[in-house]
């Protein structure tokens, strides 16, 4: 029954456009299942991106995306004053650097398949993919960081939804 349930979960997340929404530059929206309860796989949700940055459950207080980052890419430096970020890789090799100034990163630690990434608000940080293939992560915000449904196919389309 638990494996029915799965299949259909997956099924709705693929119908309702996942994979196939709308991409128009970087204000593209997808289906995002915030604002009502949802369960998805999560790991598979995640390993099955190909975008940059997918939102995919976007709460008052919560956000969830999923990301893909090319080998040699990064999330790119960045912090978040009002709220703290939890990153999980599912898939992947990567470089984590966090610091409380952009200009000191005294933290640096290397992480792959099923780390946990706890970045407290107001740090600097950054993820670097030092692998082959796609890191493959997702990312808990809190508060949300990003538009309901927002769609960054590549690093340089989030980048300019950021500086908008």
Do not use: C
């Amino acid at each position: 029954m638990f494996r029915k349930a799965t299949l259909v979960v997956l099924a709705l997340f693929v119908f309702a456009g996942f994979s196939t929404a709308a991409e128009d530059g970087p204000k593209a929206k997808g289906k995002d299942f915030g604002r009502e309860p949802w369960v998805v796989d999560i790991e598979d949700a995640t390993v099955k991106n190909k975008n940059f940055r997918t939102a995919l459950w976007t709460g008052q207080n919560l956000q969830m995306t999923v990301m893909s980052i090319k080998p040699g890419g990064e999330i790119g430096l960045e912090k978040h004053d009002s709220g703290d970020q939890f990153i999980r890789v599912e898939k992947g090799h990567a470089r984590v650097v966090m610091g409380e100034s952009r200009d000191k990163m005294t933290f640096d630690k290397t992480v792959s398949d099923d780390w946990a990434i706890f970045i407290p608000a107001g740090f600097w940080h950054n993820i670097i993919n030092t692998g082959k293939n796609s890191l493959k992560v997702y990312v808990i915000y809190a508060p949300p960081e990003h538009a309901a449904g927002a769609i960054h196919k590549t690093f340089e389309e989030s980048e300019a939804d950021h500086d908008r």
